[in-house]
């Protein structure tokens, strides 16, 4: 009975182009979802509109590209939360690896003890930062 229901719930998924357009693929050394393509360069992910050729949004972190075209094709504005938790996401994971070289170099048994509270403030910050982008990509 599960298994049926299952089964017919995928074949509607399947056969309904609306959503078959939301799925992301692969292709290159880009990410194609719908009529957007992201590409990773130096300072992070361009998303390029393929209807107007144009590129329209950067952001230093996949997870934020990602939330930014999946809501854009469901037609919510998220666009300035997202690019938020994007500047929070970069601004600590530069910050953990600044305190990481700190820990490792550093001589002075203070520095390190504050480089480690620091380095843990940052991790915690970049993780509920990519936890939240990750919930707007699957609308949690």
């Not at 609306?18 to 979802?33: E, L, Q, T, V």
Request: glycine share 4%.
């Amino acid at each position: 009975m599960l298994y049926d229901n299952a089964l017919k719930h995928l074949d509607t998924f399947l056969n309904n182009p609306y959503y078959m357009g939301k799925i992301p693929y692969k292709k290159g050394n880009s990410i194609r979802i719908g009529n957007y393509i992201i590409r990773r360069n130096k300072t992070g992910y361009l998303i390029y509109d393929c209807e107007i050729n144009k590129k329209v949004e950067h952001f230093w972190s996949k997870p934020a590209a990602l939330a930014y075209v999946k809501n854009k094709l469901d037609g919510r504005n998220v666009a300035d939360e997202i690019k938020n938790l994007d500047k929070v996401l970069e601004k600590n994971q530069i910050d953990s690896i600044f305190y990481e070289n700190t820990i490792q170099k550093a001589s002075e048994p203070v520095r390190v003890q504050s480089a480690s509270v620091r380095l843990e403030i940052a991790q915690e910050n970049a993780y509920h930062a990519k936890h939240r982008l990750i919930g707007l990509i699957f609308d949690t």
